[in-house]
């Protein structure tokens, strides 16, 4: 078992579409139980999302982008430097955006695509010219989906997020289909190996031992705290401290 971190481990949570931060933290809290026995000064927190408009689904506009950012940015400086993040639903494509924008060079793409239409990279996020926190040394997406295919957005998937990202989907999802969840997991550079699929719909599995243990060995993995290079063939057979 991989010894505790010396500092607490800290875990930016982002909340689905028509949820909050007190309903989505009472749906995660034997996630954050579990990965609290897992790395006891864990201390998961919250916030981000937006509404899609526009009568083409495929080129919609995510009005109230910025104000989430705002947010995030706010959390990240107050409350920062975060390991990681960890999103659901919208908040998995949320997350993916996070993991993208803090991105070493992710500004400079931004900057190329904004002479093609695409958006500025958020002003919120920088502080005397610096982004606010630091490379996200991880993100778990679950149930999360890719932004539309509105030229604003291509800034945060070329070049591909490099954040190393495991990803869970549903293979019930009714919600979100499965292969709207691999199209974000295709935007990320280490997308072979990190999906781990549960026979579930539209939810957070966060209390079976062989999700939560994938979970749990990817952050150990990508922390070098121990844990396996192949969560979806190893989830059963790990051994977790719960």
Not at 88 to 104: H, K, M, P, R, T
Not at 196 to 221: C, D, R, T
Request: charged share 25%.
């Amino acid at each position: 078992m991989a010894k505790p971190p010396t500092k607490p481990l800290k875990i930016l949570m982002l909340h689905g579409f028509t949820q909050s931060g007190p309903l989505f933290r009472a749906k995660t809290r034997a996630l954050e139980k579990n990965l609290q026995k897992a790395f006891p000064a864990g201390a998961p927190d919250a916030w981000g999302w937006w509404r899609r408009k526009g009568e083409d689904p495929a080129n919609a506009v995510y009005d109230g982008l910025e104000a989430g950012f705002e947010r995030v940015a706010q959390v990240l400086k107050e409350e920062g430097p975060f390991d990681g993040v960890i999103g659901f639903s919208q908040g998995g494509c949320a997350a993916a955006f996070v993991a993208s924008l803090l991105d070493e060079g992710r500004r400079d793409a931004f900057q190329a695509w904004e002479k093609q239409g695409g958006m500025r990279y958020p002003s919120s996020l920088l502080r005397e010219e610096e982004v606010v926190h630091p490379p996200m040394k991880f993100a778990a997406i679950y149930s999360g989906f890719k932004a539309t295919e509105n030229p604003l957005y291509s800034a945060f998937y070329e070049p591909k997020i490099r954040t190393p990202t495991l990803h869970f989907i549903g293979t019930m999802d009714t919600v979100v289909e499965e292969k709207r969840s691999l199209k974000l997991m295709e935007q990320f550079e280490d997308s072979k190996d990190r999906v781990v699929y549960h026979p579930g719909g539209h939810f957070l599995p966060s209390s079976q031992k062989q999700y939560v243990g994938a979970l749990i060995g990817f952050i150990k993995e990508v922390l070098g705290r121990g844990g396996t290079n192949n969560a979806e063939e190893n989830a059963e057979d790990m051994d977790v401290p719960f």
